[in-house]
Every structure is written in C-alpha cells, then in structure tokens.
C-alpha cells in the first residue's frame, strides 16, 4: 500500500500500523476508524484545561453516541449531555451515573421530560412553556434552564445556538417571567446553561457568552452550577496546517472568570462545557473507496461510497474534510489535479469535496476523509436503502477491533410490516 497524501494520519501515527486495505478487506466500505489514544488525549485536554477544582466536561454525545466512544469518554472522567431519551439510554448503557447525565432538551413531551425525570436526571427547560409543563407536572423539583445571551457564534448559520435568530434558549429578557414561573411552581434552579454554536477556533465570542452568562446569573440564588457550553472548534484543514483553537489560553481566562464570579457569588459552584466535536472529530477517519472515474462537461468526477448518507456535514453545511487517497499497488499518482469526489446517493448535492485539489485518484484506492469522528456516524442514514458502515476502534495497542457492525439488508426490513394485498 502507498500512502498519495498522507501527511496528516502519518504525523498522528493514526492507524497504529493497521493497513486501511486490510481493515476495508475485514469490515467492508465505507467504514468508521477511529483512534482511542488520540480520542483520550483530546478528553485529556479538556479535562485539563482549568484550574478551577470544581470544573466538568460534560461530552456532547450527539456527536457521537457509539457506545464504545462513550464508554471511553466516561472512563476519561467526562460527564455526558443528552438531548433525547435515546441519548440518555445510551449514555446509561455506557456507564455514566444519572447525575452525571444533563438532559439538555429542546422542544419535547411531557413524557420524554418524565424518561429523564423518573430516573433522577436534571432536565435543563429551553423555554418558558417547557419550564410550565415541567412545573406543572412536577412542582417544587430540581430544574435548570438554558438561557439565550444574545451572543450567537458558528460556522455556518444552521449551527449558530444563541442570539436573536435561533429556536433556542430563553430570551435573556424573559428572566423576569421566568422567576415567575419558577415562583409559581416552587421549582429551585439549581444550574443555568448555554449554547451559543459550533465551531469557534477563536474565543472571544465564547468569552462574550460566557461573561453574558455569568451577569445573569447572580440573580439566581441556589445555582450548584453554571454550563458555559460547547462549541470549541478543531482544525479541519490540516493539510494546509490550520492553526489550533488555544485550549490552555481559553482555560485561562476561564478561571479567572470563574475565580472571580464565585467571590462575588459568595460560595464555590461548579462550572461546566459541553464539548462535542472537540473530543471525538479528530479521533475518526472515514474510509471509503474510488470505484469509478469520469468527466462531466469539463469536471473530473471521482465516484466512490461516501454518500451523505455515511457522512452528511459536507452536504448540510458545506463543510470541509481534508482527503487522503490511498493506493494497494505501488504506483504513485504523477500529477495533482482539481476533482469533485461525489457518492452514491442520487442526487445531485451528494458531494464530500468540491474541486479538490488532489493527487490523481485512479479507481479502487481508498479515500481517507480525515476528522470524521464527530457528527459522521451519528448523522448517518439508511437513505437510499443503503446500509450503514461498520464502525472500527484502533486500541492503544494497535489491534483494531469492531465497535459497531455494518447494517445488514435485513435490517431494512426489520421493523416494517408488510400489508396483505
Ligand atoms: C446544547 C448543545 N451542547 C453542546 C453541543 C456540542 O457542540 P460542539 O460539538 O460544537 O462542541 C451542541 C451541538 O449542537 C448543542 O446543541
């Protein structure tokens, strides 16, 4: 096997000596890898990256809610969202004690509140009509809420989560309505939250919010703690050395805030994030492979399995994916050139990377979509009755076992029932 481009996998020593080939031959394309040293290494930062004793890393698990990844980032000591009883399910299932699983939820049922309820998990209300439902239903508890400080960040509009153009939060200004409701059910707010977006390598917007936060919230007497929120960005354009988001320096103002905030509070909380990608976006490379080659007026297509039902960013947020192609036989690729490299779904937006700039891709290499470790597999579909891929973990000792199996035709199946005709 020849490695076209592989610069970025190389450096990270990701595969551990595992060959791709040999992984595709075993679990079949399009495939998850990931690697569990770089995925406890980026835990590691997090948990790391404030002084503050009483300081949490609560896991965004939609990012990836695979139970091994879980189970991991509990082992690495980090606490858990979840924004539906499914992720609460899975994160159980994953070891996380209930209070260390923080139903951060938007827009659901009185019963979906009450899956969290019942098994003793702190619900965050993200509007003012789902504090009333869950007082009405459960008078004088626990609750936190997520509040909306107006200040809004995100690479692309669909994952900005505050401000004045997003469903999410209650509006800052609504406070007073919501102490009301919370006087009116005696329901003791024991933690605020936020969310301002997704993807922010530089944080002074993240600081904003934050100090945004922490002025409301000494107008809240019982707070146990305060979440900040996620949103901390990773390089997605490695090949051209895309600087890092500087955890240590975002650490540090941190903790001077938190330090600060707790004197004027008067007694110690504790202070939370809630990171998704950060943690498990670098831990994951997308393998799938070339299986045709064409030009379309002018545009060199390059046909492989990596639909946006495998890995959806690129088609929902134009996203960017740095792309390694890998070859079995040793012939190297003489020139680069622009390619568009496309999937198997039929439609027309189904694009992983526009006029790439790549080595020559012949059919049959393998393509590494590096960095999809996050919102990859957890965004996956069955559209196009195509069956979803096998998940692969790379342990520290370098044996790659399965984690997840690919879906077989039958499960296409599996939950329908046919009708008599
Ligand atoms: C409420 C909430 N918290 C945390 C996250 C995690 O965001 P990220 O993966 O960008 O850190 C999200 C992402 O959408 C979110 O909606």
């Not at 960017?320 to 690729?333: A, G, M, T």
Request: glycine share 8%; aromatic share 10%; hydrophobic share 40%.
């Amino acid at each position: 096997m020849i490695k076209l481009n592989g610069k970025v996998t190389d450096t990270l020593g990701f595969f551990e000596g595992n060959d791709p080939f040999s992984l595709i031959q075993m679990y079949s394309s399009p495939l998850y890898v990931y690697n569990e040293r770089i995925l406890r290494q980026r835990c590691r930062e997090l948990t790391s990256m404030c002084f503050y004793p009483d300081f949490a890393v609560n896991y965004s698990a939609k990012a990836n809610s695979s139970l091994a990844i879980l189970q991991i980032a509990r082992q690495e000591g980090l606490y858990a969202d979840a924004m539906s009883p499914g992720e609460i399910y899975l994160e159980r299932a994953a070891g996380f004690p209930k209070n260390k699983i923080f139903f951060v939820c938007n827009n659901v049922s009185g019963s979906e509140m009450n899956y969290a309820f019942f098994r003793q998990i702190l619900i965050s209300a993200d509007s003012l009509s789902q504090l009333e439902l869950f007082g009405s239903m459960h008078p004088g508890s626990r609750v936190a809420a997520r509040l909306n400080c107006g200040i809004g960040t995100g690479h692309h509009e669909k994952v900005v989560t505050a401000g004045k153009k997003t469903k999410f939060g209650i509006d800052a200004e609504l406070v007073p309505e919501m102490i009301a409701i919370l006087e009116k059910y005696d329901l003791k707010l024991v933690g605020i939250n936020q969310h301002i977006g997704s993807l922010f390598l530089e944080d002074s917007s993240y600081i904003d919010s934050v100090n945004a936060l922490l002025s409301l919230a000494k107008d809240f007497p019982d707070l146990e703690f305060i979440d900040f929120g996620g949103g901390f960005g990773i390089p997605y354009e490695k090949q051209l050395d895309q600087g890092r988001l500087d955890l240590a320096k975002l650490g540090e103002k941190l903790d001077l805030i938190m330090y600060e905030f707790v004197k004027q509070y008067g007694r110690e909380i504790s202070f939370m994030i809630e990171p998704g990608r950060y943690v498990v976006a670098e831990a994951g490379v997308l393998l799938g492979t070339a299986h045709s080659v064409k030009k379309v007026g002018g545009t060199k297509y390059v046909g492989t399995d990596l639909g946006f039902n495998v890995l959806a960013r690129p088609m929902l947020y134009d996203s960017h994916h740095d792309i390694e192609v890998y070859r079995k036989e040793d012939i190297p690729s003489w020139k680069t050139e622009a390619v568009t490299i496309v999937g198997n779904i039929c439609e027309s937006g189904d694009i992983i990377a526009k006029d790439r700039q790549l080595p020559e891709i012949l059919e049959n290499d393998l393509l590494g979509v590096l960095d999809a470790g996050a919102y990859g597999y957890s965004m996956s579909s069955s559209y196009n009755s195509r069956l979803r891929p096998a998940e692969v973990l790379i342990r520290r000792d370098g044996s790659a076992i399965l984690i997840r199996k690919r879906d077989i035709l039958e499960d296409l199946v599996k939950s329908q029932l046919s009708i008599e005709l």
